[in-house]
């Protein structure tokens, strides 16, 4: 496995303000994914983040409102642009592709929790 | 559109019970993830399996792959308060690299 850290573990936001998440990956990987997580619930992918090129969206999901960066092989970000109550959530970063794992492993950050007032 | 049904939701058991977790689809998966997670922190990864019957052991827990590997079973043995969270089974069916989650089972065990 690897380490995979978040930053912020935790913020309270103001609506129509934007916030970054930041994903760093000790060791690289081919691919980094976000995924959001109401407490209690299943994750939903938002995104795949591909190093030196744009993400790929689910459905759902759009650049203009999380835009996704993957400068390199260990860090990604996501940016929740122009909060709402409703983005309050857990978000999530996951990495695959780690050395000595199976094809489709995911290995998970411990999230950033989310609130906007 | 693939789907990974898992049942029971929720769970509350008492300590020394055992207990089944089920995730079932009708798509084939070359191979299968559990995860546990608990409050305030990411999913941990506690186990693959890949080959279709295969056994896995981990401690009190058994996970076990169907034979057609369209289905997963974790069972737990004696189970105890530390094993409380939520467990989610994913899998990848289409070879995109992208998992697909069950719906998660929350289990609280009693002491």
């Known amino acids: 496995s690897a380490v995979i850290s978040q930053k912020p573990s935790r913020d309270i936001c103001q609506r129509g303000t934007s916030l970054t998440i930041q994903c760093q990956v000790d060791?690289?990987?081919?691919?980094m994914f976000w995924y959001r997580q109401q407490p209690g619930q299943s994750l939903t992918l938002i995104a795949t983040a591909n190093q030196g090129s744009e993400a790929t969206y689910e459905s759902g999901f759009v650049i203009d409102k999380f835009p996704i960066s993957r400068p390199n092989l260990t860090f990604s970000t996501l940016t929740v642009s122009n909060m709402s109550p409703e983005d309050s959530s857990i978000y999530l970063c996951?990495?695959?592709?780690?050395?000595?794992?199976?094809?489709?492993?995911?290995?998970f950050g411990p999230g950033t929790r989310l609130t906007v007032l | 559109t693939q789907l990974l049904e898992q049942s029971p939701q929720f769970l509350s058991i008492q300590e020394g019970e055992n207990l089944t977790v089920y995730c079932n689809s009708s798509?084939?998966?070359?191979?299968l993830q559990w995860y546990r997670q608990e409050p305030g922190e990411g999913p941990v990864l506690l186990v693959t399996v890949v080959t279709g019957g295969e056994v896995k052991k981990l401690k009190r827990l058994t996970f076990q792959f169907g034979d057609a590997r369209k289905d997963s079973s974790l069972h737990i043995t004696a189970a105890q308060p530390g094993d409380t969270g939520l467990y989610l089974c994913?899998?990848?069916?289409?070879?995109?690299?992208?998992?697909?989650f069950g719906q998660g089972t929350t289990l609280q065990v009693k002491p």
């Open positions: 996951s990495a695959e592709g780690l050395a000595g794992g199976y094809y489709d492993e995911q290995f």
């Open positions: 798509s084939v998966f070359s191979s």
């Open positions: 994913a899998g990848d069916s289409g070879n995109t690299g992208k998992l697909i």
């Open positions: 060791s690289q990987v081919t691919m």
